[in-house]
T-cell receptor
């Protein structure tokens, strides 16, 4: 069975500071990895995805994530956050042999001026 | 450019009432999903469909039924609503390849009194 752990439920940060949102996964087979963002009262939007190849993946809005197979992690980073990045971020994993996408419990990023 | 459309956006029900949530997608996607989102629990898969006329159970299927009579529509039914089903419900769709991201609707906020 596959699972996803987002270690931080909330991350407060000041504007223009760097941020890292942590995600660890568990799976007995190879996986596809995704980060989604949810703004208030909206659905989820895809930020970025790792399918194969280069372990550093760049997404929208200046976010990037690094796949680390040995540590089974897929942490999300941004070098300088904006107020508009305030949202909830979800990590998700899908094993090669399943149709189901498993989500973490989410991390609420709050950016202060 | 509608994408995934959910109706209704809000609904209040009394315990024991029934209702159907409608999801429609205009991207010709094969796969469709229903999730529920509860505070601190991320998104949990209720039911999903890998093609017209097919459905399968997800992580939390009890108390819900689904139908996929047309490729573009995926219906979620509550036969006898319970307060524990108070939640925000999201529909998503994707292409059939497992490395494809899911596209989400804006959600239906359902309260059961």
């Amino acid at each position: 069975a596959q699972s996803v752990t987002q270690l931080d439920s909330q991350v407060p940060v000041f504007e223009e500071a760097p941020v890292e949102l942590r995600c660890n996964y568990s799976s007995s087979v190879s996986v596809y990895l995704f980060w989604y963002v949810q703004y208030p009262n909206q659905g989820l939007q895809l930020l970025l995805k790792y399918l194969s190849g280069s372990t550093l993946v760049k997404g929208i809005n200046g976010f990037e994530a690094e796949f680390n197979k040995s540590q089974t992690s897929f942490h999300l980073r941004k070098p300088s956050v904006h107020i508009s990045d305030t949202a909830e971020y979800f990590c998700a994993v899908r094993s090669y042999n399943t149709d189901k996408l498993i989500f973490g419990t989410g991390t609420r990023l709050q950016v202060f001026p | 450019n509608a994408g995934v459309t959910q109706t209704p956006k809000f609904r209040v029900l009394k315990t024991g009432q029934s209702m159907t949530l409608l999801c429609a997608q205009d991207m010709n996607h094969e796969y469709m999903y229903w999730y529920r989102q509860d505070p601190g629990m991320g998104l949990r898969l209720i039911h999903y469909s890998v093609g017209e006329g097919t459905t399968a159970k997800g992580e939390v299927p009890d108390g819900y039924n689904v139908s996929r009579l047309k490729k573009q529509n995926f219906l979620l039914g509550l036969e006898s609503a319970a307060p524990s089903q108070t939640s925000v419900y999201f529909c998503a769709s994707s292409r059939s390849n497992r490395n494809q991201p899911q596209h989400f609707g804006d959600g239906t906020r359902l309260s059961i009194l």
